[in-house]
């Protein structure tokens, strides 16, 4: 099973409403479940450098099947896999990045940026629930 445009058209209402909410800009990036881009939004007075963090968050969960937080357990300097930041053109390791599910199966991804990380998570969280 793959994303649809609706789903994503769905998930993207939910994670900009969850932003509009706390009152954080957000760029918003949700992908197919191969990490190719489906729908993105930098909502008004997002930052611009969050662009590529909100792609790049997406696109860690989906290389690793896990939230872009639980990737990040292995980029910590005491960790063996130190360094693996610098592969896949490039890992994200804090939290905004995770699996979107559908019947228990994985369709996409989503990837948010904008805010604090905690901030982050929230939209995320609230735009992975079909």
């Known amino acids: 099973m793959e994303i649809t445009t609706k789903q994503a058209e769905k998930l993207m209402s939910q994670a900009k409403a969850k932003a509009e909410e706390i009152n954080v800009a957000m760029n918003i990036a949700i992908t197919d479940k191969w990490g190719h ?3 993105f939004e930098r ?16 696109k860690t969960s989906m290389l690793f099947r896990m939230t872009s937080e639980q990737v990040g357990e292995f980029l910590k300097p005491e960790v063996a ?3 693996m930041e610098n592969t896949s053109g490039g890992l994200i390791g804090f939290p905004g990045g995770m699996p979107v599910k559908a019947n228990g199966e994985i369709i996409g991804y989503i990837g948010v940026s904008g805010g604090f990380p905690i901030q982050d998570q929230t939209v995320a969280s609230a735009g992975s629930t079909i």
């Open 81 to 83: 896999a130190y360094g």
């Open 43 to 58: 909502m008004d007075d997002a930052f611009l450098g969050s662009i590529d963090i909100a792609i790049k968050k997406a």
């Open 37 to 39: 881009l489906k729908a």
